[in-house]
């Protein structure tokens, strides 16, 4: 690993998840990363865009909680198994990165249309198309139209969803689940341990979907271990279909 920046910390922002909070990241710079160099990032509790690592350091708040499925061991709950039923006609693709206007383009429906967010082409690549370590993407296909695309880190024990987006006019599908359920089966048939859902963050409703994933794993930022969660969902929720 090719360290560009030692660790710091931004400044103090608006938290985007939870209202009246404020966040914090910790945050370095690397480039050339190994598949067991990200493997022990992620085990870590860091998450990336491109060259940039970053994990909170909010103050008096550990919110986010990073998670992680074991591929082994996961079966789709029966609402899951719904939306794979529902999705039957998509094909999905797996390979390198290959950039394509369309794929922005569905980037920015979504991110407008979900977090009201917009961005640029030059930032877009900036975040997904600049890789520091062993990447892969995905694509959801109706027919021959592109309809969802996923960005994929690949550790040598695991993959790790760094985004996920859809077209919006296909929000009905719950293609946010339906993305990880098959990014999920395709860490399984690569023979990794595990899939890395992102952040987990209580009282924000876009990612409560991630709460339906069982079992599945927490990191416990203060033992700095992770912690397995097997039962149902206390608190039945909508599973949610969203991205981050």
């Known amino acids: 690993m090719q360290l560009l920046r030692p660790i710091s910390r931004d400044a103090l922002e608006p938290c985007p998840y939870l209202p009246g909070r404020e966040k914090q990241f910790e945050y ?9 160099e990200l493997a022990g990032l992620l085990a870590e509790g860091w998450r990336k865009f491109g060259p940039y690592f970053f994990r909170p350091a909010c103050p008096g708040c550990r919110q986010c909680v990073p998670v992680r499925v074991p ?7 029966r ?7 529902c999705n039957q006609d998509l094909q999905v693709r797996f390979g390198p990165l290959r950039y394509r206007e369309r794929i922005f383009e569905l980037y920015r429906k979504h991110s ?3 977090f009201g967010i917009d961005s640029t082409p030059n930032d877009f690549a900036s975040y997904f198309y600049l890789p520091s370590c062993p990447v892969l ?5 109706r027919g021959e139209q592109l309809i969802a695309v996923g960005f994929l880190d690949q550790a040598s024990d695991a993959l790790s969803s760094v985004y996920f987006c859809f077209d919006p006019e296909f929000a009905d599908r719950s293609l946010g689940i339906f993305g990880a359920l098959v990014e999920i089966e395709h860490a399984r048939r ?5 899939y890395y859902l992102g952040y987990l963050v209580d009282g924000c409703p876009s990612m409560h979907y991630k709460d339906h994933f069982r079992p599945r794993q927490y990191y416990d930022w203060e033992t700095r271990a992770w912690q ?3 039962s149902a969902p206390v608190a039945s929720r909508p599973e949610v279909s969203s991205a981050d």
């Open 228 to 230: 397995d969660v097997t």
């Open 112 to 114: 407008l249309q979900r």
């Open 28 to 36: 370095f710079f690397a480039v050339s990363l190994s598949g067991t």
């Open 190 to 194: 690569l023979g990794l341990d595990f």
């Open 71 to 77: 591929v082994k061991s996961f079966a789709p709950s």
């Open 137 to 141: 993407q995905s694509e959801v296909y």
């Open 79 to 85: 609402s899951q198994r719904r939306v794979l039923r």
